[in-house]
């Protein structure tokens, strides 16, 4: 519905005649009959009456009402997920994947020593993190706030508007995410309950909630304000973990660029600050002065 409501009859190629029509965007008829199917099936399919529509179906609803890659996807999530399983599986809370970070991904991540990353799973948890992506997060990350849910940070807590300078696009990308996430697995209970509490406590995500717009999240442009060296323009690159339901986010700025300038900057004072704070743990064992062996007697 909210698809056909934004089309024009001119941007399908339906000319008007006579009198303006009452509503804005196409109505059911015309995209019945663009998709090449009747009116009464195309009304049980917005319904949300999904269950045994065929891919060829579907392929033609998604040119009709004109559909980017991530809104084809999502609409065949949908469909897949109205259809009966063909055979038993496994009970799993898709939206956290993995509820531990492989130790093998925990090495990956500290060997990024110039590179902010994290690891997070579908319900925007993020499990791990490594030195830099701390230093990148000061005030925000810490190793004992994990698991932090940034999508809840991102609406909930007041501190977002700051740390995140573009906090419109940020906030419209974390909740097509989630979208994406539900259309994938509606009977999540875990991702259910976190939407239910966003939607309940933050206005700012039920009114995008109720766009239903869905994005690929695979690299954009990010401005945080950190603590230290400001404001930070970096490029964010998520990568799927393949079997683990997990992403890598890696923040990487243009060389020899500000960016970077400042990432080397947070990088160098962190080492430091890492270093002073391990002098300070074991003070003892560091300031003990050594003993010089005793003569042996004859």
Known sequence: MSRRARLTPAQVGITEYGRGRRVPGLKREEVALLAGISNEYYARLERGNLRGVSESVLGALARALQLDDAERIHLFDLARAASPPSGPAPARSAGRGRAEVRPSIRRLLDSMTGTPAYVRNARMDILAANRLCFA????????????????RFVFLDP??????????????????????????NPQDTSLNQLVGELATNSTAFSARWARHDVRLHQTSTKRLHNTLVGEIELTGDALELTGDGLTLIAYTAEPASRAQQQLDLLASWHANATHATDDLEDPVSRAAPQRSARPKRT
């Open 136 to 151: 990148l997060y000061a005030g925000v990350l810490t190793p004992e706030t994990l698991p932090l849910n940034i999508a």
């Open 159 to 184: 501190r977002a508007p700051d740390f995140f300078v573009q906090w419109d696009s940020i906030a419209d990308d974390f909740t097509s995410a989630l979208r994406i996430q539900a259309g994938k």
